[in-house]
């Protein structure tokens, strides 16, 4: 992207130093409130979580990239940048994190940031890895039945990659011409186990000829890069020439999950040569080398966030549990 003005996934003509400072807001806000989450963690104030640093750049651009509240959006559990990108607030996604009351995307039946809120068109159904895949991929069946325009965007690891899932999803997709955008976030491992120990290929993006379809490979921590492959990908889709694979080499800064131990596999100097292409840090210096983000500018973004998430911790804390008596609320029938 340039300064001169871009077309947005929105069809909207908008300055690209604007959308970029917007996407920048979006980045600080995604890695503040994971940040806030991990520590909740730490302290045992809450469970399962599964950090997205590292990952903004690829998730916010894609976002951008396309049409909210008129395309789909199938994540996987790191993808909490990307629910921030779509309008989840961080009260919503606390009360997720703490599982309270009012929680509204499974009513805190199911892990954080599970289920579903269709006013946003996110959809997530399961934990389970790479099931999301077929049922994007159903959804795109539906779109192109309704005869809508919409664009199916199905996040994903390497890991799920290597699915029996996955390879169905894309085979008819593929064969179908179905408008779905395969995006697979790879951080070069699956839980703990590299990259070159789950498959013989280079990259996940080949895979695509098996399929008859375009595969890319993108630096997922270049925001620009992510924005422009992903709306060639859904302009493609949208004229009805089909799916796409765009594969993100992103990083994974922090263990898999609250659960993990990274030491155990990584070391420190891996894991400090890999920050430095902290996503939210280049974003940073591109829009300062710009002259678009100045340090007043950028000390009022950084505020604001830490006061929406300070204002959502302790929304989250003061909330109720769920009544138990409504546990079995949407298992059973009520008539």
């Not at 390879?167 to 395969?182: I, Q």
């Not at 498959?199 to 595969?215: D, E, F, H, T, W």
């Not at 992903?230 to 990083?251: C, F, H, M, N, W």
């Amino acid at each position: 992207m340039s300064k001169q003005k871009t077309e947005n996934g929105g069809g909207q003509e908008s300055n690209c130093s604007d959308l970029l400072l917007d996407i920048y807001k979006t980045m600080v806000q995604s890695r503040l409130l994971d940040q806030r989450v991990w520590q909740l963690n730490r302290q045992g104030r809450a469970a399962l979580v599964a950090s997205s640093q590292g990952h903004e750049a690829l998730q916010v651009a894609s976002v951008y990239a396309l049409r909210k509240g008129k395309d789909l959006f199938y994540t996987y559990y790191r993808d909490l940048a990307v629910m921030v990108a779509l309008g989840v607030t961080p009260r919503e996604i606390m009360l997720g994190y703490m599982a309270k009351s009012g929680e509204p995307m499974s009513g805190a039946r199911q892990f954080p940031t599970q289920g579903a809120m269709p006013d946003l068109g996110l959809v997530n159904l399961s934990n389970v890895v790479a099931t999301q895949l077929p049922q994007a991929v159903g959804a795109a069946l539906a779109c192109v039945q309704q005869q809508s325009d919409s664009v199916v965007a199905v996040y994903f690891g390497d890991g799920a990659s290597s699915t029996g899932d996955c390879h169905e999803a894309m085979n008819f997709a593929s064969v179908h011409k179905l408008p779905v955008l395969f995006i697979c976030e790879n951080n070069g491992y699956a839980i703990s186990v590299p990259l070159e120990k789950q498959m013989a290929v280079k990259n996940v993006s080949i895979r695509a000829n098996s399929y008859n379809m375009p595969g890319f490979t993108v630096d997922g921590t270049s925001v620009t890069e992510v924005f422009k492959m992903v709306s060639d990908a859904a302009k493609r889709a949208r004229q009805g020439e089909g799916p796409t694979l765009i594969e993100g080499i992103v990083e994974r800064y922090l263990p898999h999950t609250g659960d993990d131990d990274d030491k155990r596999y990584r070391s420190e100097d891996e894991l400090a040569k890999a920050k430095e292409k902290d996503p939210v840090q280049m974003l940073r210096l591109l829009l300062k080398e710009e002259s678009v983000l100045t340090d007043a500018i950028d000390l009022e973004i950084n505020e604001l966030a830490k006061t929406s998430i300070d204002d959502a911790t302790e929304y989250g804390e003061s909330a109720s549990y769920p009544d138990p008596d409504r546990f079995y609320d949407h298992v059973y029938s009520q008539s």
